[in-house]
């Protein structure tokens, strides 16, 4: 089953608000991150956070770790249409031949103007 | 650099037919990964290959089989394709097989099976 959840499925927005979508998951961890999906492409890398940080910015993104919950949150502050995306959180899933990541669901994210 | 590049990007199949979809990367990466995606299900890993010469099953590996042909090159089989496998599938790279670095997708290959 999948390692992380996402919360909410769908989130709309004006531009100039802030979005916010969290991520649960199940196991222990050495790192968590962040990927965008635009409409009918691949996914791009946004974000990774140690389990050892609590906090992690990268220009309007904001990343928050809680270990002990097991969750994270991103934030994305004064969105724009071009946030419009899904957003997944990924985890380490340690197999016979190494690390993969495993996905959630994502939250699909729209920001209208 | 053309990163990572997926043939075909659409592909029509009927039930029973096999093919095998292409996956290269030119970063000189170590690992390589297969997923599929489903509407309402995320990506789903199917297989994954740590460096030339070793795979491992995924989440959904049944019906599908992998060859890491070298560094560069992870291809994914369909031997006989069934509906339930019409999807978008995602080629991915990743510096190392930790995890601790971050993954690159191809653009996807769309497959119907009918």
């Known amino acids: 089953s999948q390692q992380g959840e996402e919360d909410p499925q769908a989130l709309s927005i004006q531009e100039g608000e802030n979005a916010t979508m969290n991520c649960s998951y199940k196991?222990?961890?050495?790192?968590l991150q962040w990927y965008r999906q635009n409409s009918g492409r691949g996914l791009v890398h946004l974000i990774l956070?140690?389990?050892?940080?609590r906090e992690k910015h990268s220009g309007r993104l904001r990343v928050t770790l809680d270990t002990s919950k097991k969750s994270s949150s991103l934030l994305i502050t004064a969105s724009r249409a071009a946030d419009t995306a899904s957003y997944f959180c990924?985890?380490?899933?340690?197999?016979?031949?190494?690390?993969?990541?495993?996905f959630g669901k994502g939250t699909t994210l729209s920001v209208s103007s | 650099n053309a990163g990572v590049t997926q043939t075909p990007k659409f592909q029509v199949l009927k039930t029973g037919q096999s093919m095998t979809l292409q996956c290269a990367q030119d970063?000189?990466?170590?690992?390589m990964y297969w997923y599929r995606q489903d509407p309402g299900m995320g990506l789903r890993l199917i297989y994954y290959?740590?460096?030339?010469?070793?795979?491992d099953k995924g989440e959904v590996p049944n019906g599908y089989n992998v060859s890491r042909l070298n560094k560069r090159e992870f291809s994914l089989r369909l031997e006989s394709a069934a509906p339930s496998q019409t999807s978008v599938y995602f080629c991915?790279?990743?510096?190392?097989?930790?995890?601790?670095?971050?993954?690159?997708f191809g653009p996807g290959t769309r497959l119907t099976v009918t």
């Open positions: 991915a790279s990743s510096e190392d097989r930790s995890g601790s670095y971050e993954q690159y």
């Open positions: 196991t222990s961890i050495n790192n």
């Open positions: 956070i140690r389990s050892n940080e």
């Open positions: 990924a985890t380490g899933y340690r197999g016979q031949a190494g690390t993969a990541l495993i």
């Open positions: 970063m000189n990466h170590n690992s």
């Open positions: 290959s740590a460096s030339e010469g070793t795979t």
